[in-house]
């Protein structure tokens, strides 16, 4: 089953790939490539495949349309379950399968397509797809052309093997040809005998003779064009998207030559393709022969010719495409030949496309393939290589064996018979695969400016940034990287992008150590007690917000200023200076410095609030309750201090101290406030003995000790704020 026909929003991208685009008008609904009509059967298994490029996030919806208009829905295809069988132009290619059980006897289409919504624009590009096939069965098989299709290819195949006294020879021809009548002989000849072995290889296969005749690299390449011309892309043309020229023809007219080909005398060829021209313009096309210009080339430059021969002249009612068709004869000393387009008798536009000329009288479609030609020899003897590489280089000669060139230029390495390679002038050279002649980048010795020593660079040309890779798991083609080198900005925001873990087996990490005799770094050593460290070394260190450029904290040898609100040590802090409370006065900034114990002790200062003892059983006592989140904080199961400040005349003392509070008794009223001072809860064994003599002396807490019981007026005793005087 082959792709025949499309609906209105279809387009075909090349021979290779069938497009689906969004319709101008977008609605939700469905919109679907369709394929040829076929017979489909009932209660049998089929598996639809194909290859699929997308350009939007989309499940491909499968469904099926009867002759009666009845659509029929087939199933869905999850790409995320498809597997990726290559990269073409930084997209994913996937081999997209669709196994189903087919439950109705119809003829109709298959539809392949998806749901569109309004996050789709008019005309955008949905899915390319290849390689459509229909299988009755269970097992998946290569893709392989319809049969009526299979019909018209053929292929013939003859072999000759001669085997003498010293020598043996096989030769073996092959004649492919393909569904238009177009033919590709190769013939290979192999000879061995006793010091030397011999290969001859002839292809010559048949093909459009013109040059990008459909513009398929969307430039003029091979074309001689006279006037202002464009390329114009993707123009919709009855069902299909095609490439174009666009040519704004001169007062006095002009006219644009094809590339030059080689053609057979007294052989029928047949010219077509695609013209417009504006009303008020003439096209004229004719056949220019030469019997003197041997060689075909891809671009003519000086346009010489022997015989011409006018196919057709003409102008248009309107600006719509024509297509048109001839045959020609090339005359008996014909030996190539070229197309020439004349636009004059006015100013206008005129262009066109898809300009094909083959061999034969029966009209085919356009097709991309160009003619070709190739003979190689060869002869391998025991000194024939050594000879043949001396005799090259001296006479300055290429030297060409399976894909390899040694010329004055260098080693260059071809791909498809293009360059890809190229060694020569002190580096390596990696050439586009997509644009012809371009340098991607090199490895190359240079020259440092500076000290005017010889370095080793890896580089990579304007247009194009370099990628340290490793090919993606399960994935043929795709490649993931290390670290990316992108100075233009290309595909990445920064020159230099780091994608994996790095590990740093040096010590030393400069920062803008090249412009500087000592610049800033992060270094790493190991100290005196074989612990390892992580340094940073700079006059000033700095942690900014990049959002607010806000400054977190700044240090110097002088500083060290944190802007947070505040700060957290989660663990011990430790300070061989002073630590300052800074009070801001008129007089300056006033520093206040901390009182320090060689224990780890918390107090609880009463400020504003004055106690009062008072007489019970010819006692004057205070009973002061310890607050209970004072209590969480202070450990006052530990013996504890207790300072009073007092305000009245008399003697006093602290006469009892219990966990949860204190009695202050004094031989007449007092008032007074007071200092309670504890150990800090959870870091009691911090203190002189234990820090420094190392001996576990501080009592383990107290167990809860109930309060003792009190009288009466004990009880009533409690706090009796007075106002500071």
Not at 32 to 59: M, R
Not at 228 to 242: A, F, G, P, Q
Not at 338 to 354: K, Q, S
């Amino acid at each position: 089953m082959s792709l025949m026909k499309m609906e209105s929003v279809k387009s075909r991208t090349n021979n290779k790939y069938i497009r689906l685009i969004a319709p101008s008008n977008i609605t939700n609904n469905y919109s679907a490539l369709v394929t040829s009509e076929f017979n489909i059967v009932n209660d049998k298994k089929y598996i639809l495949h194909f290859k699929a490029i997308v350009y939007k996030e989309i499940d491909i919806k499968i469904k099926f349309k009867k002759n009666t208009g009845e659509i029929i829905d087939i199933g869905e295809i999850n790409l995320n379950n498809c597997e990726v069988i290559q990269s073409v132009n930084g997209r994913n290619e996937y081999l997209c399968v669709l196994r189903f059980l087919n439950t109705f006897d119809s003829v109709g289409n298959i539809l392949i397509g998806a749901y569109l919504n309004s996050s789709f624009q008019p005309k955008e590009k949905i899915i390319d797809i290849r390689e459509i096939a229909l299988q009755q069965g269970t097992l998946l098989l290569p893709y392989s052309t319809n049969s009526d299709e299979v019909s018209k290819n053929s292929s013939e195949l003859n072999a000759k093997l001669d085997l003498l006294a010293g020598k043996f020879t096989v030769q073996v021809d092959r004649v492919d040809k393909d569904i238009h009548g177009l033919e590709e002989r190769t013939n290979t000849k192999i000879e061995a005998t006793s010091n030397a072995i011999t290969e001859e290889v002839t292809n010559v296969a048949q093909g459009n003779l013109i040059v990008n005749g459909a513009y398929e690299t969307a430039n003029i390449y091979g074309w001689n064009i006279g006037g202002t011309r464009t390329v114009v892309e993707n123009y919709y043309y009855h069902d299909r998207s095609l490439n174009y020229i666009n040519i704004n023809s001169p007062n006095s007219g002009s006219s644009s030559w094809s590339n030059r080909f080689e053609v057979e005398a007294s052989k029928d060829y047949q010219l077509s393709g695609l013209f417009f021209s504006d009303p008020n313009l003439t096209l004229t096309i004719k056949i220019k022969f030469s019997n003197s210009i041997p060689n075909a080339n891809d671009f003519e430059h000086e346009g010489q010719f022997d015989e011409e021969l006018t196919l057709e002249s003409w102008q248009s009612s309107s600006n719509a495409f024509i297509e048109k068709f001839f045959v020609f004869k090339a005359p008996v000393t014909a030996k190539t030949a070229f197309i020439e387009i004349i636009y004059n008798n006015g100013i206008g536009y005129c262009g066109w496309t898809e300009v094909m000329v083959v061999k034969g009288t029966k009209p085919i479609p356009y097709i991309e393939k160009k003619s070709s030609y190739s003979k190689v020899f060869e002869k391998l003897t025991p000194n024939s290589i050594i000879n043949t590489v001396n005799k090259g280089l001296t006479e300055g000669s290429a030297i060409a064996v399976a894909g390899t060139i040694l010329d004055e230029n260098g080693f260059s390495q071809l791909n498809n018979n293009k360059l890809s390679v190229r060694l020569n002038n002190n580096g390596t050279h990696i050439y586009s695969f997509l644009e012809e002649g371009k340098i991607n980048g090199s490895i190359e010795a240079l020259r440092d400016k500076r000290t005017n020593d010889d370095i080793m660079g890896m580089t990579h040309k304007i247009g194009a940034f370099l990628t340290i890779s490793y090919p993606k798991t399960n994935a043929l083609g795709d490649y993931l990287s290390y670290v990316v080198f992108d100075k233009y900005g290309i595909a990445y925001p920064v020159p230099i992008s780091i994608f994996e873990d790095v590990d740093l087996n040096g010590s030393n990490l400069w920062l803008n150590k090249y412009t500087k005799d000592v610049g800033s770094r992060i270094f790493g050593g190991v100290r005196g007690d074989g612990r390892g460290f992580t340094s940073i070394q700079g006059t000033n260190l700095q942690f900014v917000n990049p959002a607010s450029g806000e400054f977190h904290f700044n240090v110097t040898r002088e500083d060290f200023d944190i802007y947070s609100s505040r700060v957290y040590v989660r663990g011990d802090l430790s300070v061989v200076g002073n630590k300052n409370c800074i009070q801001q006065t008129k007089y300056g900034s006033v520093p206040f410095y901390s009182n320090e114990d060689i224990n780890s002790l918390l107090t609880d200062t009463g400020i504003d609030t004055y106690l009062e003892t008072k007489e019970v059983n010819g006692k004057f006592i205070c009973k002061v309750e310890i607050d209970e989140i004072i209590q969480e904080c202070l450990n006052t199961k530990l013996p504890y201090n207790v300072y009073i400040d007092k305000k009245d005349f008399g003697d006093y003392r602290v006469d009892i101290k219990e966990p949860t509070y204190f009695i202050v008794e004094s031989k007449r009223p007092i008032r007074f406030k007071y200092k309670l001072e504890a150990r800090r809860k959870n870091f009691e064994r911090e203190s002189k003995t234990n820090n420094f003599m190392r001996k576990m002396t501080v009592p383990l807490p107290l167990n809860e000790i109930p309060d003792e019981p009190i009288t009466k007026e004990r009880e009533s005793i409690l706090y009796k704020p007075e106002e500071v005087r």
